[in-house]
C-alpha cells in the first residue's frame, strides 16, 4: 500500500516534532511537511494535517537529545531560519540520525547534514547580532523597552541571555516583523503582543513614552560612537560588514545616518 | 547628572581612550547569581562598530587626561597641548550602569593619565571597580589599566574586582623606551605583570583546595604594543610578545599600528599612514604562535627578520619549506593540517570529523570551506592526481597571487593600475 502524504502542521516546533512522531509511527512515506499557513496541495499525494500533541513532540525532542545533543540545537536553530522547505530537510536529517549507529552529526562530506549545520550557523549569526544589536528605551512605566526587526525567528533563542543579563529590570523585546515580543517581569519571561502606534524605533522625533533623561543618555552614547572612532583609520566597508545597512535603523549611535 | 558637563568630559576622555585596542569582554566566569545586573559568563559581545571597524564592547574611558609623563608616543603627555578634563568616580559609574542597561556595552574598561603618583591614580582606578561590584551589584566585564610603578597591595586589591588587567608595554625594546619614555623604567611594566601572574596562581591553587575562594581577574591580563614607531622589527616584536605569553601567561598581547598624534623627531611625522597591513600581518602571525603550534623561531628568525607583506605568515614559511608538503588530508594528524596553508582551525575539526566516513576529494574540501586557492599546492587527498608537485616556490607563489584577490592587495601592487 502506499502511505505517502503531505503533513501539514500549525507552524510551531512541537507541531513540527509532532509530525516526525507520527511520520515514524504510521510508517508514512512523507512528501513534505508544510505549515498550514503556506500548504500547497500535491497533485498525487495526500495531505495530512497534523495536531500539535506536546507528549508526542517531547519524546521526539528527546530521542534526538539522547543520539546527540550538537544535533538537537542544530537541528531547533536551523527550523528557526524558516527558510523554504526545512522541514523535509530536517525530516531527512532526523531519519539519518536514527538509522545509523554512529554520529552522523559530524559527517561534514554528507550534503543534509552540512546544510543543516550551515543553517543552524546563520541563525546562530543572527542570535548573536541580536544580543548585541537591541537598544533599550526607558519608558515611564520603568520598563527597558526595544523593538528589533531579524532576519530569523530568534526571540526564543535570545530569552535565556537577557534573562540572566538584566535580572533586575523589566524589560520589553518586540519583534515588528513577526509581530510578537518577550516581556520579562522580574520572575519570568512572557510571550506578548502589541498593538504598536508609530515607529519606537531609532526616530529623531521623541516620544512622550519615554523619560526624558533617556534621550540624554542616547546623545551620550553617541557621542562616544564618535569619539572613540580613529579617524586615519577610517574603513566604512569593514564598518558596513559588521554593522549591516538594515540593522542601522534600530542603533541610536546611527540615528543621524538613518 | 549634568548632561552637558558630561557630554564634554566623555568627548575628551574617550577620544584620549581610543588608543588602547584592548576591548575583549570575553573569557570571564562572572555570572549573575544574585538577582543583580549583568552577566559576562558566555562569550564577548561587540555591540557596535566605529567607522574605523573596530569593535565597541566596553566603555572606554579615561578617568583623567592629565599626567605627569612626558611619553612621545602618547595624545595625553604633559607637553601637549590639549583640552583635559577628569571624570568623578561616581560619574564613571553612573556612565556605566545607564549604558549597561541599555544594552549599549559589555561593561567599562578604566584607565588614567598619571596623576599626582601612580598609587593615588591605581587607588582611584580601584575604587571606580569596587563601587560597581560592592554597591550596584554589577556582574559585567571590568577591565582596569594598571598603572606602572602602583604599590604590591593595590594591585592585588584590583584583582578582585576586575575581570582583566593589563599594562601596556607599548615599546617593544628596552632601548626604544628610553628614547620615547625616558621617565619610566621598564621594570615599572614589569613588575605589576609578574604581580598578577602570581596572584593569578596563588588564587588558582587555593580554588582547588577552598571552593568558596574569590575570582581574581578571571579573564587574566593583556598587554598592548605600539607597531611602526622606533624602528623595530617584526622579528623584535614577535619575540618579545612570544616572551610575554609565556613568562606572564598573558591571555592576549594587542598589536597597535602607530598613529602619529604629535610632532615629534624621534617619531614618524604627522600625516603618515599607519601601518595596518603590518599589524595585520603580526595578528596572523600570533594566531599561528597560540592556535596553530608554531614556534615563532620558525616564523621570523635571523635570515627572515621582517614578515612578507604580500603573502600571509603561514603561506610565507610553507613556501620556504616545501619539503614538508604534499599533506594527505584523508591522513595526516591534527597538528600537520594546521601547517598547511589555507586550512583554519574550523575547516580542520570539519576535516578530521567528516573523514571518518568518507575519504574526502576536492569537491568535499570546496564545500566544507577550505581556501582551496592556496590549500591546493600543498595537499593530497582522495582525487587522483597532486599536480602541482614539480613547482618551485616562486611559481606557486605567482599563481597564488594571480588567481586571488586580498583586502591589502592594492597597497604592494607593483604593477600599475590601468584605472584608478
Not at chain 1, 147 to 164: A, G, M, Q, W
Not at chain 2, 58 to 81: E, G, P, Q
Not at chain 2, 188 to 209: C, G, S, T, W
Request: hydrophobic fraction near 35%.
Amino acid at each position: 500500500m502506499d502511505n505517502s502524504k503531505i503533513l501539514i502542521y500549525d507552524g510551531s516546533f512541537n507541531g513540527f516534532l509532532t509530525s516526525v512522531f507520527v511520520a515514524f509511527e504510521e510508517k508514512i512515506q512523507v512528501v513534505d511537511i508544510q505549515r498550514s499557513s503556506i500548504q500547497q496541495n500535491g497533485l498525487f499525494s495526500d495531505s495530512t494535517i497534523i495536531f500539535t500533541h506536546v507528549e508526542k513532540a517531547k519524546r521526539v525532542w528527546n530521542g534526538i537529545d539522547k543520539k546527540s545533543h550538537r544535533a538537537l540545537k542544530n537541528i531547533y536553530f536551523a527550523f528557526m531560519s524558516e527558510s523554504k522547505n526545512v522541514e523535509l530537510l530536517l525530516y531527512r536529517y532526523i531519519r539519518k540520525l536514527f538509522a545509523k549507529r554512529f554520529a552522523i552529526q559530524s559527517d561534514y562530506s554528507d550534503d543534509i547534514v552540512l546544510k543543516i549545520v550551515q543553517l543552524a550557523k546563520s541563525v546562530g549569526r543572527e542570535k548573536h547580532r541580536m544580543e548585541a544589536f537591541v537598544r533599550f528605551q526607558l519608558t515611564k512605566d520603568d520598563i527597558y523597552f526595544a523593538t528589533i526587526e531579524p532576519d530569523f525567528d530568534v526571540l526564543p533563542l535570545i530569552s535565556k541571555h537577557f534573562r540572566s543579563r538584566y535580572a533586575d529590570q523589566h524589560w520589553l523585546i518586540y519583534d515588528v516583523k513577526r509581530k510578537y515580543g518577550i516581556f520579562y517581569n522580574l520572575t519570568g519571561v512572557e510571550i506578548v503582543s502589541l498593538d504598536l502606534q508609530g515607529v519606537f524605533a531609532n526616530s529623531i522625533l521623541r516620544n512622550d513614552c519615554f523619560i526624558t533623561e533617556e534621550y540624554s543618555y542616547q546623545e551620550l552614547w553617541a557621542n562616544y560612537f564618535k569619539s572613540t572612532n580613529i579617524r586615519s583609520r577610517i574603513n566604512p566597508k569593514l564598518h558596513a560588514q559588521h554593522v549591516p545597512r538594515r540593522y542601522w535603523k534600530y542603533l541610536s549611535e546611527k540615528k543621524q545616518v538613518v | 547628572m549634568q548632561f552637558e558637563r558630561i557630554k564634554q568630559k566623555l568627548n575628551i576622555l574617550a577620544d584620549a581612550a581610543k588608543y588602547d585596542v584592548s576591548c575583549s569582554s570575553s573569557g570571564s566566569k562572572r555570572t549573575n547569581t544574585n538577582k543583580g545586573l549583568g552577566d559576562s559568563s558566555g562569550m564577548g559581545i561587540c555591540h557596535s562598530y566605529s567607522e574605523d571597524g573596530r569593535c565597541i564592547s566596553l566603555l572606554k574611558v579615561l578617568l583623567t587626561n592629565y599626567c605627569i609623563f612626558d611619553c612621545a608616543y602618547c595624545v595625553s603627555r604633559r607637553s601637549n597641548d590639549i583640552e583635559r578634563a577628569a571624570f568623578k568616580i561616581q560619574e564613571i559609574v553612573d556612565l556605566t550602569i545607564n549604558f549597561y542597561r541599555r544594552n549599549y556595552i559589555e561593561g567599562l574598561f578604566l584607565s588614567s593619565g598619571i596623576f599626582k603618583s601612580p598609587d593615588y591614580t591605581m587607588e582611584r582606578l580601584v575604587s571606580v571597580a569596587k563601587k560597581l561590584r560592592t554597591e550596584e551589584n554589577f556582574n559585567g566585564y571590568i577591565h582596569l589599566k594598571s598603572i606602572p610603578g602602583a604599590s604590591e597591595e593595590l594591585m592585588k586589591e584590583a584583582g578582585l574586582y576586575a575581570d582583566r588587567i593589563s599594562v601596556n608595554i607599548e615599546v617593544p625594546t628596552v632601548s626604544g623606551l628610553k628614547l620615547l619614555a625616558p621617565e619610566k623604567k621598564h621594570e615599572d611594566f614589569i613588575k605589576p605583570m609578574q604581580k598578577i601572574r602570581n596572584e593569578i596562581l596563588r588564587y588558582q591553587e587555593e580554588k582547588k583546595i577552598i571552593k568558596s575562594t574569590p575570582k581574581y581577574a578571571p579573564a587574566g591580563q593583556s598587554t598592548q604594543m605600539i607597531i611602526g614607531a622606533t624602528g623595530e622589527t617584526d622579528k623584535d616584536i614577535m619575540y618579545s610578545a612570544d616572551y610575554y605569553y609565556k613568562k606572564y601567561g598573558m591571555k592576549r598581547v594587542y598589536y597597535s599600528g602607530y598613529v602619529p598624534v604629535a610632532e615629534d623627531k624621534r617619531l614618524p611625522p604627522m600625516g603618515s599612514s599607519v601601518p595596518m597591513l603590518r599589524e595585520n600581518r603580526l595578528y596572523q602571525t600570533d594566531w599561528l604562535l597560540r592556535f596553530y603550534g608554531f614556534r615563532v623561531a620558525e616564523l621570523l628568525n635571523k635570515n627572515h627578520p621582517n614578515l612578507d607583506i604580500d603573502v600571509d605568515p603561514k603561506l610565507g614559511w610553507a613556501l620556504r619549506n616545501l619539503s614538508y608538503f604534499p599533506v594527505d588530508i584523508n591522513r595526516a594528524d591534527k597538528i600537520v593540517l594546521a601547517r598547511v596553508p589555507g586550512l583554519g582551525i574550523q575547516s580542520i575539526h570539519k576535516i578530521i570529523s567528516a573523514r571518518r566516513f568518507r575519504k574526502l576529494n576536492w569537491e568535499h574540501l570546496k564545500k566544507i570551506g577550505v581556501a582551496l586557492n592556496r590549500a591546493k599546492y600543498f595537499i593530497v587527498c582522495d582525487t587522483q592526481g597532486w599536480k602541482h608537485q614539480d613547482l618551485d616556490a616562486s611559481k606557486i607563489k605567482g599563481l597564488i597571487l594571480q588567481n586571488s584577490s586580498g583586502k591589502f592587495r592594492d597597497k604592494f601592487s607593483t604593477q600599475l593600475r590601468l584605472f584608478n
